[in-house]
């Protein structure tokens, strides 16, 4: 117990690490500001800061660059505070900043009568016209209003009141919404839809990056009927913030013609400049170009991915063992009414932890722990923190049962020779079943760890920079999505590929068979 108190100690120092606290007030306030950093080109992803980005707060050597990004340095250098940019996910924006995380949300987000339900906005800070995009080929190519779409399968971003907009277009086949631009132009260039509504300027990034999309804009009078509240982008604070005024004052001094300079501007950073001929790129190609672009970010993306995966099932499995052991110990009723109590009343709450853990997405657990923390008792917790709490408390709810059916698996005389021998439940299970139930579970182990690589990608939803999010900013960025999800793929699968071989090399040298080795001499049979 003593090496088990120092081990639980050395972990919570570890994990200390990163809650965020701190005790010493900047002279300057900060502004807190959250976008997606995959939107170009109102926000996108860069490698460095050559070309003006800010280093993303909450994903170190990754940079933010963008319209948004512009707009909010502005805001922060007029209102003489400095400025801190968070990755955050579209979905996670106003749980972020009605919890506080963040103090704005500059994503080039509309004020719809849902949102100013939740938040406030402050005045425009750029309007967009908006349009339909199609394939070159499509026979939608030349449509001259809205209501040459007839039968065509249209949708929109989940979330954003272009979805809503398809619904004035007749005759259309409205699809399902997608919850993102890239998503959408996948699913043109696959033919699965014949197209997406979208603002002018994301459909500018979008055909210069696949150059079999086409884009359509109306006249005024042949158009969308929009509420001009809608077509205009403002920046989201909470409810009552002191920011709106203030902000108010610095936005009424940005012109229009200043907005269409720093957009024009924009789109050729977005672009990629002289650096691509898109029309001359193979597909493998596009790859290479891609990878060596963004190899920092996916090899960030790994490091993080790992790092969770593997603390998270050890913290798990130690969650689990624990649960596990508790669970199985006996108290008697007569000669212990008060421990028998006592158990009863932990084992249901172990028992709880146990259906709800498992009985709920780590999606929905993801949101809840990290802004509900923050929302409703003032925790707040970093993104990593709270990356491996959830993923460990998730695993630890599996892993008790795999641990359970591991103990169960031990033949009852040796707990009986046990008891027979005068040892306690504790030094039972320590001595003589979990050793014996440790090599049977190690298969489950291992495919738990294998399974929580991969799941760490709904951690997106709380903004930690795993291999799945970054890769999401890479896609939003270049615009360039069935090449990018292929290279995250093969990432991947490589990782847990090579997990697998090794997790089996471990199994067979802890059982203690025979295995097969080759080697240039012929094949030898090793005993361990």
Sequence with gaps: MEKV?????????????????????????????????????????????????????????????????????????????????????????????????????????????????????????????????????????????????????????????????????????????LDSF???????????????????????????????????????????????????????????????NDINNVLKNISQDEQDDIMDHMIKIASFGEDQSKENLTFSQEMQSIWNRYSSLFLKGIVNTLFIAIVSTLLGFLIGLLVAVIRKTEVNKEKNPVGYAIYKIVNFILGAYVEIFRGTPMMVQSVIIFYGLKQYFGVDLSTMFAAILIVSVNTGAYLSEVVRGGINSINKGQFEACKALGMTHWQTMKNVVVPQAVKTIIPSLGNEFVINIKDTSVLNVISVTELFFMSKSVAGSTYQYFPTYL???????????????????VEKRMSGKEYILESSTGVKNVNN
């Design 5 to 177: 108190r120092k081990i639980l100690l050395s972990l919570a120092l570890v994990f200390l690490t990163f809650i965020n606290t701190s005790f010493a007030s900047n002279e300057k306030p900060t502004l807190k500001v959250g976008m997606e950093v995959n939107y170009a080109p109102f926000n996108f992803s860069e490698v460095d800061d050559k070309n003006g980005g800010l280093e993303v707060a909450n994903s170190p050597g990754e940079f933010a660059n963008g319209y948004d990004v512009t707009i909010a340095k502005k805001l922060a250098d007029e209102l003489g505070m400095d400025i801190e940019i968070y990755k955050i996910d579209w979905d996670g924006l106003i749980p972020a900043l009605t919890s506080g995380k963040i103090d704005a949300i500059v994503a080039g987000m509309s004020p719809t009568d849902e949102r100013l339900k939740q938040i406030d906005f402050t005045d425009s800070y750029y309007n967009a016209s908006i349009g339909v995009v199609t394939r070159k080929d499509s026979p939608y190519t030349n449509a001259t209003n809205i209501h040459d779409y007839k039968d065509a399968k249209i949708t929109g971003q989940l979330g954003t009141f272009h979805y809503d907009l398809i619904d004035q277009m007749d005759g259309v086949k409205k699809q399902q919404a």
């Design 182 to 244: 890239p998503t959408m132009i996948a699913a043109t260039k696959a033919g699965n839809i014949d197209g997406y509504v979208s603002d002018k300027s994301g459909a500018m990034i979008a055909i210069y990056a696949n150059t079999d999309l086409s884009y359509r804009d109306f006249n005024p009078e042949e158009g969308f009927d929009i509420d001009p509240m809608l077509t205009s982008i403002a920046v989201g604070i909470k409810k009552g913030s002191p920011l709106k």
């Design 487 to 505: 290279i995250t793929a093969l990432i991947y699968f490589i990782l847990t590929f090579a997990i697998t071989r090794i997790l089996l090399v």
